[in-house]
Every structure is written in structure tokens, then in C-alpha cells.
């Protein structure tokens, strides 16, 4: 569980509690905006793991939770889990940027998140995948991926965001074609405005040399998704630069100036 309140301009994180294997890291930043960090032990999550994660934010705070690393899913013949909720109180605001999720042969991994924004309140979210082991021949070979993501805000369904991939529905590194990496990015709110139009401005057309799939999708007034389909993981990031820029302006410090 973690809480987040803002005093004197500046948030703070108000409660944090973890279990194992889940660990949670709260370095300091130069912004105004409250870190935290999550690892877990062992560098992954095991057969029969699973994490449930519950976020508040009070009126006002803004925070940032990502993780140390790849969330990593070993094999896992009964499956594991992760389940994120986050309730964004009035004028608050967070971005959720997590590594992406990473299978290992013969994993079976579910994630739902859920998030409840006030009317006023903003949100980024990261979610994304690879293949994984593709250098050790596991290119693809997991057992299945589900990931579900929903947004409601001012208590109304504003987005649900869905994906599975199982080999039952066919041959999963047939499907992916050539693509190692996907990421979708969220934003809804007033306090990302300029992420969602830097997610949306027009970019030049593609050239032969280019072999990536970039979509963005306006959703209402205020909230846009983008989705990057590549090869390899930095050329995905690289994609996401802009918008990450955007984020770092809001945030008032870079938490990817020595990541991505």
C-alpha cells in the first residue's frame, strides 16, 4: 500500500507498507513530485506469486511509481499475477511508468489495473511487454499474457485497454511477426496537457528504413493513447522520448535521464 499527501507545495509519501516479495524504493528528487520505486526479490516474480497493490492519492499530491527493473516472470506453470488500484483525488496527479514485463519460457502471467481519477485528476500510465529470453531461444515462448487496464473517472468508465496473447489462439511468434517490443502509453488530465500533444502531433511519414508501428488515439477531450510496436526495446523508448520530455517538464526532475 502506498499514500501520497502534499505538504507545503511539496508530496510526500504518507504510508508505505510491502510484503516480500514485493520492495518499495522511495528516492529523493529535485521536483515536487514524490518517487517510489518498486523491486521485488529475486528479480521476478515466481510460480503462485501475487501482488496487490493499492494507491491513494490525496487532494493536490503528485507522484511518480516505476519500477528498478524488467518485471521479470519466470516459469510459472500455475500462473502469478499483479493487480494495481489507484485513487486520484481532486487535482492530483500520477504517472505509473513501470519497466516493460518480460516472460520467460513456459510463464503464465496476468495483470489488471485499475484507476480512479477524480474529475480534475491526471494520470500517465505505461504498459508494455517483450518477448522475452529471445537471446536464450525464448523468443515468444511463454504459456499466455493477459493485461487489463481500466480508467474511470468522476465514478464513469472513461477507457478499458485489453490484451492476450496465448499460443492457443495460434503460433504467439508467428502473430508478432517481427516485433520484440510493445508499449502503450495513457495520459488523461489537465496536468499532462502537453504530453497528450506531444503524443499526438503529426510525424513525418515513414521511410523504407523504418520498421516500427506507431499509433496515437485521441479519447475524449483531455486523453490520448499511443501504442509503439519495435524490434528492440530502445528503439520503442526512443520513440517515447517526447512525450517522457513533456513528463520530466511536469514532474520537475528526469526519472529517465540515467534509464532509458
Not at 493485461?147 to 495460434?170: C, F, K, M, N, Q
Not at 520530455?245 to 535521464?257: N, Y
Request: hydrophobic share 45%.
Amino acid at each position: 500500500m502506498l499514500g501520497f499527501r502534499c505538504e507545503s507545495g511539496k508530496t510526500v509519501v504518507s504510508r508505505a507498507f510491502a510484503a516480500s516479495p514485493l520492495r518499495v524504493l522511495m528516492p529523493n528528487n529535485h521536483g515536487h513530485a514524490a518517487w517510489v520505486f518498486l523491486a521485488s526479490l529475486g528479480g521476478g516474480l515466481i510460480d503462485g506469486d501475487r501482488l496487490d497493490l493499492r494507491i491513494d492519492l490525496e487532494e493536490r499530491a503528485a507522484a511518480l511509481v516505476g519500477t528498478q527493473a524488467s518485471t521479470k516472470i519466470y516459469r510459472s506453470p500455475h500462473g502469478c499475477e499483479q493487480t494495481l488500484r489507484v485513487n486520484a483525488s481532486a487535482a492530483s496527479m500520477i504517472a505509473v511508468v513501470p519497466d516493460p514485463v518480460v516472460c520467460f519460457a513456459g510463464a503464465r502471467y496476468r495483470q489488471r489495473s485499475h484507476f480512479a481519477l477524480a474529475r480534475d485528476a491526471s494520470l500517465v500510465f505505461l504498459d508494455g511487454y517483450t518477448c522475452g529470453r529471445g537471446a536464450r531461444g525464448e523468443r515468444w515462448k511463454f504459456d499466455s499474457f493477459a493485461s487489463r487496464t481500466s480508467i474511470e473517472r468522476d465514478a464513469r468508465l472513461l477507457l478499458v485497454d485489453a490484451s492476450r496473447l496465448d499460443p492457443a489462439h495460434g503460433p504467439l511468434a508467428e502473430r508478432m511477426g517481427r516485433y520484440d517490443v510493445v508499449l502503450t502509453l495513457i495520459v488523461v488530465g489537465p496536468a499532462f496537457s502537453r504530453l497528450r500533444e506531444a503524443m499526438l502531433s503529426p510525424r513525418s511519414a515513414p521511410s523504407r528504413a523504418d520498421r516500427e508501428l506507431v499509433a496515437a488515439s485521441a479519447v475524449g477531450e483531455d486523453a490520448a493513447v499511443l501504442r509503439v510496436a519495435a524490434e528492440r526495446f530502445e528503439r520503442a523508448s526512443f520513440l517515447l522520448r517526447p512525450s517522457f520530455a513533456e513528463l520530466a517538464r511536469v514532474l520537475g526532475d528526469d526519472p529517465f535521464a540515467r534509464k532509458w
